[in-house]
């Protein structure tokens, strides 16, 4: 059984910084990391891994320092891992992110499962794993909150949506996007991580993939959507007043205050 677990980095969205006069991310403010939904889904390729006996794969594109999120994958349990890293892919939305992605999978060959995080901390859409899902013609579930049972010809999983669990069964091949409750990502230990350090992690430009996909359907190019400005709220703080012993001022104070904001 082999499975592809696809994997992002993001910037630290806790330190990352807004120019807000660009309306765009400043990437260079912050450190890298793992998206954290793709730890989740790193986590249950790896668990059927130890229960199935499977290959794990991680994929990713990106620039070339990208192929250090691989090898921390690789440190948590993953086989091996593919970057997807040229120039062309530069500027990609949701759809050309996808079809390169798809592009990816195809080349890995004979996939019977994709594993994806349900969104990523710096795009946030979610849309990507489904519409790999429909690119590879292959049944796609999201929202998975727990893997129920799983054997060598089928999965059963457990999708939180629309305030309800569903129970669903899924034969392979077929695309599972996860939440973060799906489980607890394990930590790699050192010695993990001094052997991530050696891996290999193979690279893979246009050329490599363009049996899969055309140069109009990737990057700028392919992408049909462009986002044009990002706008961070600024913070308001809340505002207040106290009254201690003059009740009758903090009753009128109050409801001064809901006439003015015209709550009645």
């Not at 999201?142 to 949506?161: G, M, N, Q, R």
């Not at 961070?232 to 009740?247: A, N, S, T």
Request: proline share 4%.
């Amino acid at each position: 059984m082999k499975i592809v677990v696809l994997v992002k980095q993001v910037p630290d969205m806790d330190t990352v910084k807004f120019d807000r006069e660009k309306g765009v991310i400043d990437r260079a403010s912050a450190g890298v990391e793992v998206n954290p939904f793709d730890l989740n889904a790193l986590e249950v390729g790896v668990q059927l891994k130890d229960k199935l006996g499977a290959e794990v794969y991680v994929l990713s594109m990106g620039p070339p320092r990208a192929a250090e999120t691989l090898k921390d994958a690789i440190s948590r349990g993953a086989d091996a891992g593919y970057l997807l890293t040229d120039r062309l892919f530069g500027g990609a939305d949701c759809k050309a992110t996808s079809k390169t992605l798809v592009a990816g999978i195809k080349k890995i060959g004979n996939v019977d499962l994709v594993i994806a995080g349900l969104q990523t901390v710096d795009g946030d859409t979610g849309q990507v794993g489904g519409e790999i899902a429909q690119y590879l013609g292959v049944p796609g579930i999201c929202s998975v909150s727990e893997i129920k049972d799983a054997t060598e010809e089928k999965i059963t999983v457990v999708t939180d949506l629309w305030d309800g669990l569903y129970v669903k069964e899924v034969q392979y091949p077929c695309l599972l996007s996860v939440t973060k409750d799906v489980n607890i990502p394990r930590l790699p230990s050192f010695k993990d991580k001094i052997r991530a350090r050696k891996a290999e992690i193979t690279s893979w430009t246009y050329e490599d993939i363009s049996e899969f996909v055309t140069s109009e359907e990737i990057g700028i190019k392919g992408s049909p959507t462009i986002v044009k400005k990002i706008e961070v709220p600024h913070l308001h703080k809340r505002e207040g007043q106290q009254f201690r012993d003059d009740k009758a001022g903090a009753v009128f104070a109050f409801t001064e205050a809901l006439a003015n904001q015209k709550v009645f």
